[in-house]
């Protein structure tokens, strides 16, 4: 029988620093929640707001597939690999962290705010080679259907990281539904909307809530309003 | 005088060794010594009274197995934590969790 977690919006933790408002569906920084640590190899969930023409100063990370995807407005990236590129709405970003990187990321737009997610998954194996990838997505694939984003397999549909994990974007008309099939065994799904309300098997979302289900092979996801939501499945165990 | 929760972080990696030490020194409470090699990390552990040992990146199989035994041969109750992503927002998580798990 399917086990689920519900993780509501205004139940996740905050943070206000002036020029970054943050969200963290898990524990991150200052917010500590033993309760809210993780879900399977999925970390960290961080739902960021960036002021213009602010940003993260340069800094490192090791050991941590980290995927980054603007919802609105856009960010710059600069590495220690020497990569500079802007992540645009629309796009995605995955870094493998290894054996360690520097980055920094930053709003240069100095009238409008950035919002993104930044997700952390952890790696299958310690001490990989560091690797930065970025795709731009197409929006039209992801109307009315699931839209693969990110695989284990660097030859599949989306970018790749160093863990068994797939997820998807999808946006649905109110009255459109899906059925998901869990593609690693032992794995489980964490949905989280981005905006509207979703109905998972039984349970009701709306914008920002966060669900996790696992010990099942399949689930039903139908929008009851328009809606966008990602799906990240990963392992439970790793 | 408080006494401080004395955590020894071993990472290959300098600068990445650098910031974590930067990090966990900025709680009051908390004391860091960093080690780059594993000599410098059984020194380090013979000479102070560690509550937690945060194994960071770069560390070989054979040396992290090594470190590990000889850590739990000398004081059982030790707790090991694998540090993830780099002097990051995982750091305090990770260090409020080794510690709850040494007072089991």
């Not at chain 1, 090791?62 to 609105?72: G, K, T, V, W």
């Not at chain 1, 990321?105 to 009238?111: F, L």
């Not at chain 1, 997505?137 to 984003?149: M, P, S, V």
């Not at chain 2, 974590?20 to 080690?35: D, F, K, Q, S």
Request: proline share 3%.
């Amino acid at each position: 029988m399917a086990q689920t977690i519900l993780h509501r919006a205004e139940t996740r933790g905050h943070a206000s620093h002036g020029w970054l408002n943050s969200y963290h569906t898990f524990s991150f920084a200052n917010y500590y929640n033993p309760e809210r640590m993780n879900f399977g190899a999925l970390r960290v969930l961080n739902d960021d707001t960036v002021d213009a023409g602010m940003g993260f100063g340069t800094h490192p990370h090791d050991n941590m597939e980290i995927i980054s995807i603007p919802l609105e407005g856009d960010l710059e990236h600069k590495d220690s690999m020497n990569n500079v590129a802007v992540i645009k709405n629309g796009d995605i970003q995955a870094m493998s962290a290894g054996t360690g990187i520097y980055h920094s990321e930053y709003n240069k737009d100095r009238q409008h705010r950035v919002k993104f997610l930044q997700i952390w998954v952890y790696p299958d194996k310690r001490n990989v080679e560091p690797r930065y990838d970025q795709i731009t997505l197409k929006a039209d694939d992801r109307h009315n259907k699931l839209q693969q984003i990110l695989s284990p397999n660097p030859n599949d549909q989306g970018v790749w990281i160093h863990q068994n994990a797939w997820f998807h974007l999808g946006r649905f008309d109110k009255g459109v539904s899906a059925s998901y099939e869990v593609k690693g065994k032992g794995n489980g799904v964490y949905v989280f909307v981005l905006s509207g309300d979703v109905k998972i098997n039984d349970q009701q979302l709306h914008t920002r809530d966060g669900f996790g289900i696992w010990d099942t092979d399949t689930f039903t996801i139908a929008a009851e309003s328009d809606a966008e939501f990602l799906l990240m499945e990963v392992p439970m165990k790793f | 005088m408080m006494n401080k929760t004395q955590i020894l972080v071993i990472c290959r990696h300098a600068e990445i060794l650098q910031t974590i030490i930067r990090l966990v020194n900025n709680n009051p409470e908390w004391e860091c010594t960093g080690a780059n090699t594993d000599q410098q990390a059984i020194d380090a552990f013979n000479g102070n009274a560690f509550d937690l040992v945060l194994l960071g990146s770069g560390i070989e199989p054979s040396s992290e197995e090594n470190l590990v035994a000889f850590f739990r041969n000398s004081r059982p109750r030790i707790s090991i934590v694998q540090h993830y992503g780099g002097g990051s927002g995982l750091l305090s998580a990770e260090i409020y969790q080794g510690l709850s798990q040494k007072t089991l």
